[in-house]
């Protein structure tokens, strides 16, 4: 097996060394956004021991582009999304894998929330990146009740 593996190898070799034409690889742009986590309530004027879902942290003061152990504002949303549009407005796609939900207890969300925070995303990335491919996965908190992928397919997705 050894010998058969080193005989390949060596005849690739000598047909990449031998061979007049170069191959070209298409080297391209993507942007890659995940995670995005986005809270609907998030207020730098809420109450971060009910507005944030990590508890251990002292949150007295949330800023205005979030807080360590609260889930992303909008503020943040904007601006990362307008980052990526200055650093690189027409890549050839994106690729989002979701996971757009806050991290809050399922009694705060029905499908026509969530359903309404993934549309309010895609809309800005939508706009922002006009004429460019999404290739969207939805993640585990994409769904409600959160972890609840069906195997079967869903009406509402």
Request: net charge negative.
């Amino acid at each position: 097996m050894v010998t058969l593996q080193k005989a390949l190898w060596g005849i690739i070799l000598v047909v990449l060394v031998t061979c007049p034409y170069h191959t070209q690889a298409r080297i391209g742009t993507f942007w890659h956004v995940t995670d995005f986590h986005y809270d609907v309530n998030y207020t730098t004027t809420g109450d971060s021991q009910n507005m944030c879902w990590d508890h251990r942290v002292d949150n007295t003061s949330p800023g205005k582009f979030g807080d360590y152990g609260c889930d992303t504002p909008l503020e943040l949303v904007t601006a990362a999304i307008q980052a990526m549009v200055k650093i690189q407005p027409k890549p050839d796609f994106i690729l989002w894998t979701g996971d757009d939900t806050a991290h809050v207890a399922d009694k705060y969300f029905t499908t026509t929330k969530v359903v309404n925070i993934i549309h309010e995303l895609t809309d800005k990335l939508n706009r922002s990146f006009p004429n460019t491919t999404f290739f969207p996965v939805l993640g585990n908190h994409d769904y409600y009740p959160k972890n609840q992928v069906s195997h079967y397919g869903n009406h509402d997705y």
